[in-house]
């Protein structure tokens, strides 16, 4: 070990992927020696209270509640920001590139909002800013875009990228529980937090989604240009009609490249079984992307927790010490919002269109309605209602996703739900699928 060399990582947070990127740091140290030549050593670490049980065993004097102790040590020369949040965050990282140390954070959040921001003041540091572990966990998703299909065009990502969601509706699937009885659950198994919003409403995927079409594509965009629908809408009832079209429902976050225009779209979807993510079942994520050159390539893993999250924190870790320089990238173009959203394409599209009306009477002028609102290009069709005939479902292809909000506001419905549908259009089938006992 004699040409062994120190380098020191100042870590801000020691919670959960904090605590993993120190175990992971121990467990393979000699590995990471032999592929680096460096001993990495975590010199200190930023935490909020220093009596709190750590699950992780380190030197009571690493812990600090002092962020500037970090940040200006020379001998810190990699500084990993696991403590989440904006601020104070934001303003660490900041300072910890502009006094010419290397970042690596897991922060989606901070990512979406201010990676533009960030991305510069690293280049004109000329020091590197990585982020593996903000998307997909231990999916190495992000460096095989910066660094495998750097000669290809990527013309559509595809994937779950919320674990959380994912959990919820599998149990939804599985158990036929409701989504606030699955939601219990995944809190129970701490595969969601106590304020669970940002994975259920689709802002967790959304920001990732934003993260990979910013690397992915020539123009940046912002996070505000994703359509984003989350998972709280979903009912079991839902479920069981997707059961009978032959689909699974998965919280899909999509984003395109075509004609100098992005379309990013977080949403839940109807997914046909034989749909490659289809499968793709509990806290797991995949990502699909799809290139000119490639085709199609599929990446599957644990999305979330401890040790896949330490993986790729550890990952860009070795990353930096074999290139410490920025390596070159085509400049971007800056992307707006006008024509992006898959919602407010003009090409017909297939949803499914759940409502449910307060009394049967209700619904009497259902055709009547259907006949105001839809253009005779649309298809409309009826595939399912429940017994009691308050709830019923439909696939309908459309231009224009306006015409579906105005059928719904013409019902006047107690509770509704429209979602893309990637299944067959049952286009031959005039009579209802079955009816659901399920209210
Ligand atoms: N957990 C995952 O599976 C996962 C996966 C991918 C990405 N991420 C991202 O990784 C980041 C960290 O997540 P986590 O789950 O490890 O969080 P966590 O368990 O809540 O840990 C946060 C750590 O940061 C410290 N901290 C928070 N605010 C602070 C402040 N203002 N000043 C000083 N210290 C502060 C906390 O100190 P105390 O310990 O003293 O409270 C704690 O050690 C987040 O950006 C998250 O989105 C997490």
Not at 352 to 376: M, P, Q
Request: proline fraction near 3%; glycine fraction near 8%; include cysteine.
């Amino acid at each position: 070990m004699a040409n062994v060399k120190q380098i020191y990582i100042g870590l801000l947070g020691l919670g959960t992927v904090g605590s993993g990127v120190v175990k992971s740091l121990l467990a393979n140290e000699d590995h990471i020696i032999a592929q680096t030549g460096f001993q990495v050593r975590v010199k200190r670490a930023l935490v909020q209270n220093l009596q709190k049980q750590r699950s992780v065993r380190i030197d009571q004097d690493f812990l600090t509640t002092d962020a500037i102790s970090v940040l200006v040590d020379p001998e810190i020369s990699i500084v990993v920001e696991v403590m989440g949040g904006i601020e104070p965050a934001l303003g660490y990282i900041r300072s910890a590139l502009q006094a010419g140390k290397h970042v690596i954070t897991a922060n989606k959040e901070l990512l979406a909002k201010h990676g533009d921001e960030l991305a510069l003041i690293a280049k004109n540091a000329g020091v590197r800013l990585l982020y593996e572990a903000s998307v997909a966990g231990g999916i190495p998703i992000v460096r095989m875009l910066q660094a495998y299909l750097t000669a290809n065009r990527v013309t559509s990502i595809r994937g779950i990228l919320n674990g959380t969601s994912n959990y919820i509706l599998t149990r939804m699937q599985g158990a036929e529980v409701t989504f606030a009885q699955a939601l219990a659950e995944a809190q129970q198994l701490g595969y969601a937090e106590a304020a669970p919003q940002s994975d259920v409403e689709g802002y967790d995927a959304a920001y990732k989604l934003s993260i990979l079409a910013n690397m992915a594509f020539p123009v940046q965009t912002e996070i505000a240009c994703v359509d984003r629908m989350g998972i709280t809408e979903i009912e079991p009832v839902d479920i069981a009609f997707a059961k009978q079209l032959g689909c699974v429902i998965k919280l899909i976050a999509e984003a395109s490249y075509k004609g100098g225009q992005v379309r990013l779209s977080v949403s839940p979807k109807l997914l046909s079984q034989s749909d490659s993510l289809a499968t793709i079942s509990d806290v797991f994520n995949a990502v699909t992307v799809e290139a000119d050159v490639v085709g199609e390539l599929t990446f599957i893993g644990r999305g979330a927790g401890e040790m896949p999250t330490a993986s790729a924190v550890i990952e860009d870790i070795v990353e930096v010490l074999r290139t410490p320089t920025i390596p070159a990238t085509a400049p971007k173009q800056k992307g707006t919002c006008a024509g992006v959203g898959v919602f407010h394409l003009r090409e017909v599209q297939n949803y499914y269109v759940r409502i449910h009306f307060a009394k049967k009477e209700d619904a009497i002028h259902v055709s009547a309605w259907e006949t105001a609102a839809f253009c005779s290009e649309d298809r409309i069709l009826e595939v399912g209602r429940t017994k009691d005939e308050y709830t019923r479902a439909y696939l309908i292809a459309t231009d224009d996703r306006k015409r579906i909000d105005k059928f719904i506001q013409m019902t006047g419905v107690l509770s509704w739900i429209v979602m893309p549908y990637g299944g067959d259009f049952v286009v031959h089938c005039s009579e209802p699928l079955t009816e659901l006992s399920t209210g």
